[in-house]
């Protein structure tokens, strides 16, 4: 009896250690790096072509109105999705490239753009929650504008500081700060989309669109607030665990998923979501971007 449980105690053990050397197989193989990076840049580019599209379509439908944030909305998303889509096509050269600081801010730099195309997107549905609230709405876009110039110029005096004196504790410090923008992201989808989900609850059932608009900001808040959240869960463990380094190229399958949840499925199901063309006629929810 003794005998059997032994064996049996020893084929978990034998799957665990299959399933290990099959992830350390494919995160050690080249040409396993070069297939998972250049799917990552196949991925990145139809986004940002879907992106392009429906921006082209957009100022098609309604060439007489400027830079609308549905515009700039696409615009971001198709500019986002083409630099990381260039990134992982050179990602073997990116990753020689110096000095080091460089690298770091190529990588970085599409995540600070993430971040600014999806505060659009909390913009735009505090403005309509307010307005439809008689509030005044004159205070938002400085706001927008002041939060993403303090993240921005925080971010550069991070890179500055790194390329200076390239110490892990502000590497370190770097990821942490990405982590924090990340949940403050989620924390204003779940407020702003949140309130403006609960406010289309109370309209009367007979209302043109309603239901359609309420699944539209319920879909939208649900997708950008785990999107944001797991992208700051995943952020914390690239800060401290070495084994979950996003910025390294033998970890191939890491990165895939991380890009994959953080940015590629959640933009392609916005995108998708978003996708109806702003009517002819009667268009008072698309404000120019000044």
């Given at each position: 009896?003794?005998?059997n449980n032994g064996?049996?105690?020893a ?6 250690t299959?399933?290990s050397s ?23 580019g139809?986004v940002?072509?879907?992106?392009l ?8 439908r309604v ?9 700039v ?14 990134v992982?096509?050179?990602y ?6 110096k000095?080091e ?9 599409p995540?600070?753009?993430f ?14 929650y ?5 509030v005044?709405?004159?205070?938002l876009k ?7 110039a ?24 770097s990821?942490?700060?990405f ?11 779940l407020?702003?989309?949140g ?8 309209f009367?059932?007979?209302s ?6 309420l699944?539209e900001?319920?879909?939208?808040t ?5 999107c ?5 869960i995943?952020m914390?463990f690239?800060a ?6 996003l ?29 109806k ?7 008072t ?6």
């Open positions: 009896m003794g005998g064996v049996t105690a084929v978990p053990l034998l799957e665990l299959e399933s099959w992830w350390q197989y494919i995160d050690e193989s080249p040409a396993w790096q070069d297939h998972i990076f250049h799917s990552l840049s196949v991925l990145y139809i940002a072509a879907i992106a599209v429906q921006l082209v379509r957009i100022q098609l060439p007489e109105y400027g830079w609308t944030t549905q515009k909305f696409h615009f971001l998303n198709c500019l986002v999705n083409g630099v990381r889509c260039l992982f096509i050179f073997r050269n990116v990753q020689k490239i000095p600081i460089v690298y770091h801010i190529l990588l970085d730099v995540s600070l753009a971040f600014t195309t999806y505060a659009l997107l909390v913009l735009f549905w505090a403005e309509i307010y307005q439809a609230r008689a005044s709405t004159d205070g400085p706001s927008f504008y002041a939060i993403n303090v993240v921005y110029a925080i971010q550069i005096i991070l890179w500055l500081i790194i390329w200076w004196k390239p110490v892990s504790l502000l590497i370190i410090l990821k942490l700060f982590a924090g923008i990340s949940l403050f992201a989620a924390l204003g989808f407020l702003y989309g309130r403006l989900f609960l406010m289309l609850q109370r009367p059932v007979e043109k669109g309603r239901l359609k608009k699944r900001v319920g879909y939208v649900t997708i950008c607030f785990l944001f959240l797991v992208r700051c995943m914390c690239d401290f665990d070495k084994d979950a380094d910025e390294v190229l033998d970890h191939p399958i890491l990165n895939f998923i991380y890009y994959l949840l953080v940015e590629i499925v959640p933009s392609s199901l916005v995108l998708f979501i978003l996708r063309l702003p009517s002819k006629r009667g268009i929810q698309y404000h120019p971007i000044r």
